[in-house]
């Protein structure tokens, strides 16, 4: 019986030689990671375990990116932990100057790489999945263990594939990919499994596309999201991976829990009503209604290719008085490629605000909350209650292309209405 | 162990936004924390729960994010464990690793009522609804996970494993 990309992975990283789907095992990672919200606790974890060193000081990394530029005190206190323990351990420490959204900037540092086992004290460290890493999210006290010991205890967990055929149309892009597959499987339909993304319509795909469709893995409450490196990771690998690395592939007769096939020509731009990303609609089928804030950013779509679909189309185009636009670039490498090719002129041109790279209002830190009643559109991941601030406010996910031309009509748009 | 307390019923998919709002996660103040459970629900349900409730809730019970705040706010706040027909994969392996004892039981969670009163036999996989005089089933934890919780969570597991291998060394 043949093996998934998943499983190959978590082989090469364990001590045995076969693996048994369910099984409990330890494995060693590659790479471990924790923010201003996790690492703290992280930390507190590594201490109280007696640990005095990090396995492996190239191998950890801490980044403050939720509440920075810190919001307020407490924040700052946070920070401060992160800051003088990287310091103590001499490990690469990420803050401001030199920050981004954890999932966007350690690829772009290449920090990650194919044939990886990552951890991350955040839910959407399964991004990395898009390099063919298996890259898992976990909470506080596996990291502050993990940071001690190099392993984690993990559940060979079971993988689906998702077959996604034909041809994208107008404005559909990887997030509409996923919202897609997640309003079809649920927000728990992939609990526990991976799913692994695959298919000619992925073999086309770019990589910030991808890097948008494994960041949702975790909203359908999987394991992690992955697809097999291939030229375009290659690609995008070059000048930025330092070390050597593995490409692993799933074998032909490797065994799923489900195959799904999606013909993606079926799909147009899709949003996300709240409160759950399972709640999607078709662009088509939204009719009139009205937002007070657009957010443009996020682990899930603040990278260059995100900004250059928004620049297209607030391009000689203003944002509508009643809204709010607040475009975030995920890191400083993307601000400053943005910079250098003229979107943020377009951007501030239209009346949108620029933020420095930060998860801000994603999670309701900082940098635009909602009032109470007030309604966004989102190219963030969550809609949950109160998630972008007020608990009576609302959010819709959907792309940069539909936050973009819905900053400008004021209500949830489709590009085609403005452009 | 066995673990008694009132039951405070909770829907699907409570997610972790919801058990503590991202606006509180500039501290890791377990007090803190626990102050704010479940606010954006039911911002009495802190004031009103005595200490061993126990919350039952239905599917993909901690949904969303990594936090460990939110087992952490729900431990503090003095609950005694969480049973629910599933929860999400983070939020299973992080109460674990706390030591936030969690059953996974479609039975309890159709079956029991706000305010019934629980009786929990984890060993047995057994739990006892005395309001109702029922008896539900929960599945057995594999024996890994049981040896995590008897050592009192991962930290403690680790910290043994690293001073057997220090021995044998
Ligand atoms: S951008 Fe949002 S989802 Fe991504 S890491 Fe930050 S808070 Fe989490």
């Known amino acids: 019986m043949g093996k998934s990309i998943t499983e190959k992975i978590i082989l090469s990283h364990s001590d045995k030689k076969e693996l048994k789907r369910g099984e409990l095992i330890k494995a060693r990672i590659d790479f471990a990671f924790a923010n201003d919200i996790t690492g703290p606790l992280a930390i507190n974890v590594f201490e109280r375990i007696g640990s005095k060193e990090v396995f492996d000081k190239n191998k950890v990394t801490l980044i403050a990116d939720h509440?920075?530029?810190?919001?307020?005190?407490?924040?700052?206190?946070?920070t401060k932990v992160l800051k003088e323990f990287s310091r103590e351990q001499n490990l690469n420490y990420y803050e401001l100057g030199q920050v981004g959204i954890e999932h966007a900037l350690l690829p772009e540092k290449g920090?990650?790489?194919?044939?990886?086992?990552?951890?991350?004290?955040?839910?959407?460290?399964?991004?990395?999945?898009a390099l063919g890493a298996l890259s898992i999210g976990v909470g506080s006290t596996d990291l502050g263990v993990a940071m001690a010991t190099g392993e984690v205890w993990l559940k060979v967990p079971e993988s689906m594939k998702f077959?996604?055929?034909?041809?994208?149309?107008?404005?559909?892009?990887?997030?509409?990919?996923?919202?897609y597959t997640i309003s079809k499987i649920g927000v728990d339909g992939a609990n526990y499994r991976v799913m692994e993304f695959?298919?000619?319509?992925?073999?086309?795909?770019?990589?910030?596309?991808?890097?948008?469709?494994?960041?949702?893995?975790?909203?359908?409450?999987?394991?992690?999201?992955?697809?097999?490196?291939?030229?375009?990771?290659?690609?995008?690998?070059?000048g930025r991976a330092e070390k050597e690395y593995n490409i692993f592939k799933?074998?032909?007769?490797?065994?799923?829990?489900?195959?799904?096939?999606?013909?993606?020509?079926?799909?147009?731009?899709q949003v996300a009503f709240p409160h759950l990303p399972e709640n999607c609609k078709g662009i088509s089928e939204v009719k009139d209604i009205l937002i007070d804030q657009s957010v443009i950013g996020s682990c899930t779509n603040g990278r260059i290719e995100d900004m250059r679909i928004a620049a297209e189309i607030l391009k000689n185009n203003k944002v509508n008085k009643r809204v709010r636009l607040i475009i975030i670039p995920a890191t400083q490498q993307i601000y400053l490629e943005a910079l250098e090719e003229g979107l943020l002129k377009i951007f501030i041109e239209s009346g949108a605000i620029v933020s420095p790279p930060t998860c801000g209002p994603c999670l309701?830190?900082?940098?635009?909350?909602?009032?109470?009643?007030?309604?966004?559109?989102?190219?963030?991941?969550?809609?949950?209650?109160?998630?972008?601030?007020?608990?009576?406010?609302?959010?819709?996910?959907?792309?940069?292309?539909?936050?973009?031309?819905?900053?400008?009509?004021?209500?949830?748009?489709?590009?085609?209405?403005?452009? | 162990m066995i673990i008694k307390g009132k039951v405070w019923k909770f829907g699907d998919h409570i997610d972790t936004d919801i058990i503590i709002p991202a606006r509180y996660l500039n501290t890791s103040d377990p007090n803190e924390l626990a102050l704010h459970c479940m606010e954006d629900y039911d911002k009495d349900f802190i004031k009103n729960i005595s200490p061993g409730d126990i919350i039952v809730a239905g599917d993909n019970f901690g949904c969303g994010s990594s936090r460990e705040h939110a087992p952490i706010a729900i431990k503090e706040a003095g609950v005694s464990c969480v049973i629910a027909k599933s929860f999400a994969r983070i939020f299973f392996r992080n109460a674990i690793?706390?030591?936030?004892?969690?059953?996974?039981?479609?039975?309890?969670?159709?079956?029991?009522?706000?305010?019934?009163?629980?009786?929990?036999?984890?060993?047995?996989?057994?739990?006892?609804?005395?309001?109702?005089?029922?008896?539900?089933?929960?599945n057995p934890m594999p024996i890994f996970i049981q040896n995590l919780i008897a050592s009192g969570g991962l930290v403690e597991y680790t910290k043994k494993e690293i001073e057997r291998r220090q021995i044998e060394y």
């Open chain 1, 67 to 78: 509440f920075t530029p810190n919001k307020d005190i407490k924040s700052a206190e946070q």
């Open chain 1, 111 to 129: 920090l990650v790489l194919p044939g990886y086992l990552i951890i991350g004290a955040d839910s959407h460290t399964p991004t990395s999945g």
């Open chain 1, 163 to 179: 077959l996604y055929k034909g041809k994208l149309n107008k404005w559909v892009g990887g997030k509409d990919l996923v919202l």
């Open chain 1, 198 to 238: 695959a298919g000619e319509t992925i073999k086309n795909l770019s990589i910030d596309n991808r890097f948008t469709m494994c960041n949702m893995a975790i909203e359908a409450g999987a394991k992690s999201g992955i697809i097999e490196a291939d030229e375009i990771t290659e690609e995008y690998l070059k």
């Open chain 1, 250 to 269: 799933s074998d032909l007769d490797a065994e799923y829990e489900q195959v799904i096939e999606i013909n993606v020509a079926d799909i147009e731009p």
């Open chain 1, 364 to 419: 309701g830190g900082h940098m635009g909350i909602l009032a109470k009643g007030e309604r966004a559109i989102s190219t963030t991941n969550r809609n949950f209650v109160g998630r972008m601030g007020h608990p009576e406010s609302e959010i819709y996910l959907a792309s940069p292309a539909i936050a973009a031309a819905s900053a400008i009509t004021g209500k949830i748009s489709s590009p085609e209405e403005v452009i």
């Open chain 2, 97 to 138: 690793n706390i030591g936030l004892p969690i059953f996974e039981s479609s039975e309890t969670s159709l079956g029991a009522l706000q305010g019934d009163e629980l009786e929990i036999f984890p060993e047995k996989g057994i739990i006892k609804n005395i309001t109702q005089n029922e008896l539900y089933n929960t």
